[in-house]
């Protein structure tokens, strides 16, 4: 990617910066006076087997934390993100009577970990790039291509995810009355957790608690020493979500208190702010895509408990930002699917081995998007 940056006509202006936050690559354009605008692109896999059908479907495999050989894919279509900013970065380079001004493009990696925009902030990024004026990002999901997604204030939600480690005391299974057993503890905890969202929090909050993983024990005979419980919590409001940890807290205290066992030990990870789209950003960026594609392209971006760390990004200048979508599928199936209302069961979500968008317009939208956006602040 560096290489094929540095080949592109123009890019004498351009400063290249490598290994930001580990592989993480940022390109500078200063062309003339104007605002700096800051573009993203996240460009990490998935450990997902690829199951397109697809001539070009990825093959590829890593190795993981834990040293495992897994498949890979860009089951989230960042692979197209990088294409459209690569592409927006080449229109520029190739065109500068048409703007002025300071453009930053970033290629982020690590987005699917929570931890990739966290790591480029604490490599130096505010010292090391220019201060943007504004940060723009965008995300390809499921929708009619051609079509993109916006929407001013929250649209994505806060992260914390959590582990619980309960403490039993080991035993044999047919004397389960001589062991304090953490794998009916862990049950029963998973239940009680349940409750927070539906009994303990306001129901005009949006929020969500859901545990992704228990484990405990060797063999179908042994009451294990431990189990572990770890989850998520998502939510729009940072109030609301210190609320439904705190209770977190005290559930797994008092589950623990119950059994007579000793406290467990429970860890929050991998925050991620709220991605909260400053309205006036959102205004300007949603009348220049209206201009580009049409005004009946421009859906709005109906809100989702899933989250980003691009806000990471703009967050740590203290500068507004905004992050839409554009649209994957065939327009035409799309549109059958919507009038049906089967959209869900006949095209899969992101993160699905059958994730394919389709390449065009997918990737002509997403360019002229991008760089309808970013003219809106450097067009002359």
């Known amino acids: 990617m560096v290489e094929e940056v540095r080949a592109m006509p123009g890019a004498e202006e351009a400063e290249v910066l490598t290994g930001l936050g580990g592989t993480g690559v940022a390109v500078v354009v200063r062309h ?73 493009a970033v290629f982020q990696p690590a987005e699917e970990q929570f931890n990739g925009a966290e790591a480029m902030v604490a490599d130096g990024l505010v010292d090391r790039l220019p201060r943007p004026d504004v940060a723009l990002g965008q995300h390809v999901l499921p929708g009619p291509a051609g079509s993109v997604q916006v929407a001013a204030g929250p649209i994505m939600a806060s992260c914390d995810d959590f582990r619980i480690t309960l403490r039993g005391r080991g035993g044999h299974g047919s004397a389960p009355h001589t062991a304090i057993d953490p794998v009916v503890m862990a049950a029963s905890l998973v239940v009680r957790l349940q409750t927070i969202v539906s009994r303990q929090v306001s129901p005009r909050a949006t929020a969500v608690v859901t545990v ?40 797994a205290r008092a589950e623990a208190a119950a059994w007579g066992a000793p406290e467990p030990l429970v860890e929050t990870f991998d925050h991620l702010p709220v991605t909260d789209n400053d309205t006036a950003t959102t205004d300007r960026v949603r009348s220049a895509l209206a201009a580009e594609l049409g005004a009946e392209q421009v859906r709005e971006f109906e809100p989702e408990m899933g989250s980003e760390d691009f806000s990471e990004l703009p967050n740590a200048w203290g500068v507004p930002y905004c992050y839409w979508g554009f649209g994957a599928f065939d327009a035409r199936r799309w549109a059958d699917a919507e009038a049906a209302g089967t959209q869900a069961a006949d095209f899969p979500d992101n993160h699905a081995p059958q994730f394919a968008p389709v390449l065009q317009p997918t990737l002509d939208t997403g360019v002229r998007a991008m760089v309808a956006a970013t003219m809106s602040w450097l067009g002359r």
Do not use: F, Q
């Not at 450990?47 to 697809?54: H, K, N």
């Not at 860009?74 to 592409?87: F, M, N, P």
């Not at 042994?222 to 919590?233: C, D, N, S, W, Y």
């Open 32 to 104: 003339g006076e104007g605002p700096t605008v800051l573009v993203r692109a996240d460009m990490d896999g998935l450990p997902v087997r690829e199951d397109t059908g697809l001539p070009y479907a990825s093959t590829a495999t890593a190795t993981n934390a834990a040293g495992e050989a897994v498949p890979v894919m860009h089951a989230c279509g960042h692979d197209t993100h990088v294409a459209t900013l690569l592409a927006t970065l080449r229109l520029l380079l190739a065109a500068p009577d048409t703007w002025s001004g300071t453009l930053v």
């Open 212 to 251: 992704g993983r228990i484990a405990a024990g060797t063999k179908t005979n042994i009451i294990p020493e431990t189990a572990v419980v770890e989850g998520t919590v998502r939510t729009y409001d940072d109030e609301v979500a210190r609320r439904c940890l705190d209770i977190l807290h005290r559930t």
